[in-house]
């Protein structure tokens, strides 16, 4: 049985692209960063050992961890941005063709 309300049209607001954009670029960036540490600290806490010298931990920071952040901070903002614009356009689209049909 179907409901006698009308389902609500969603518009898609375009001010919001970047704010979604910019939170995910950052959570994706810090995530990334994390786990870049992690494997540097356990490559260098190895190496250290194999070397029979104390590890290098500042090789993990400078080397490994940052690089890799800012690789993928700037590949996340750019398809980001695109599947946002993207999103955006095709909602756009589709909230037009139910306002015109019904």
Do not use: D
Not at 16 to 36: D, E, G, K, Q, Y
Not at 71 to 85: D, H, P, S, Y
């Amino acid at each position: 049985m179907m409901s006698a309300t009308p389902a609500r049209l969603v518009t898609p607001r375009w001010y919001f692209i970047p704010v979604r954009v910019l939170i995910v670029t950052f959570l994706l960036t810090l995530l990334s960063f994390a786990a870049s540490l992690l494997l540097g600290i356990v490559a260098a806490v190895i190496a250290g050992w194999i070397r029979g010298v104390p590890p290098n931990l500042t090789v993990a920071y400078r080397h490994v961890a940052l690089p890799t952040a800012i690789t993928v901070a700037a590949t996340g903002l750019i398809a980001m941005t695109i599947m946002e614009i993207r999103n955006y356009r095709q909602t756009k689209a589709l909230s037009g063709i139910a306002r015109s049909s019904g």
